[in-house]
């Protein structure tokens, strides 16, 4: 009834070459939260900036990104752009649709985090002489970010995990696509995710453990 | 000298301002006294622009705020504004809360906004307060924060809008004499204030608002003393 018989060491032999995958993985995470904070920032601004073109454009983009599969959004950046003849290897492919889906999520995120900052603050600033701009950047944007990074945690981790998809665009670098393949080869399927779902456990509580302390360092009001 | 011609300002279908003429001089004084509701704060915050007027006009050293192509910002670098809340920045400690705008909006250097900031703050009694959280201070503290914060934009004129209101009684005190310092430094000064005291001892002149009118302007002694306005006997009756 049970005759699967496991084979570690040759599982074992090829961690070095899965960690190696797991930096990469590591890296497109890294990548895509800095662009996704980058751009949710600025789909934050186009929501407050009370024009309707740039703000249905943040809330189609947050729509898009929150309620479609995070699978579906690596496809359109790989085979949908592809089809206007933008050819995007699967490293960027990969990038640019878990960036799209951080974005998404991420201004969302803002939003609920701007609600707690109360309009007191921005009249202070404008009393103080700031234009709109200058008082969200110096008064309520650091405050926002205050409220919404440990919710931006999970993002981060979410986004470690979704960087498995990119096995589905043809990515063979990272930790899901380099274990894909070990799996093809030697068929000791158990054994390599085994190891895999390891190593993308650790790196999650690494990054969780990581953003406490951070957290603790950066924000001491 | 701020000039307010005919100020007239509704908020839907209430209108909180009904023709409001009055001039402040260099160096005055001005207390506004009167019931909840009576369009006192209104009037400051349609001063430094943060409100509209539906209108009339208000002109401040010749400029008119609510006239098209007038920069506020600019116009509020002059209008030194505290509110009821304390509004303190909590990200920021006490020193940089007060560095924060000369550095932004008057393009000072760290070293001269930081002098300038230590100064105010060492004037409001603050002196040792520079590197803590304003979460970590009283209401007074902090509102004393907030005055600093406002001065060192070295405005010509300052607006306080209640700003005792929410503190605890045992704390009014601190944040009275620092305006009655300014006061006696020779600062312009508009203060809407629910303190009878403080209204007669340190104005050069005492306004009733009343229902969205100015129902009396007089000094102190002849405003406390002698009322004319029904509403303002009243209002008085009822403070004592």
Known sequence: MFSYTFHWNQA???????????????????????????VALALTLFRLSGNRILGGFATAWVEIARNTPALFQIYMAHFGLGSFGIHLSPYAALLAGIAFNNAGYLAENFRGALKAIPETQTRAGRSLGMTSLQAFRYIVMPQMLRVAFLPATNQMVWAILMTSLGVTVGMNTDLAGITQELNARSFRTFEFFAIAAVIYYLIAKAVTLAARVLAARMFRY | MIEIENVRKSFGQLEVLKGINLTVEKGEVLTIIGGSGSGKSTLLTCINGLETIDGGRIVVDGTDVHAKGTDLNKLRRKLGI??????????????????????????QSKAEAEAMAVRQLTHVGLGDKLKVYPSRMSGGQQQRMAIARALAMSPAYMLFDEVTSALDPQLVGEVLDTLRMLASEGMTMICVTHEMKFAREVSDRVAFFHKGVMAEIAPPEALFGAPKDADLKTFLAATH
């Open chain 1, 12 to 38: 074992l032999k090829a961690l070095p070459q899965m960690l190696d995958g797991a930096l990469v993985t590591l890296q497109i995470a890294l990548l895509s939260m800095a662009i996704g904070l980058a």
């Open chain 2, 82 to 107: 505290v509110f009821q809340q304390f509004n303190a920045f909590p990200h920021l400690t006490v020193l940089e809360n007060v560095m924060l705008a000369p550095v932004k909006v008057l393009g």
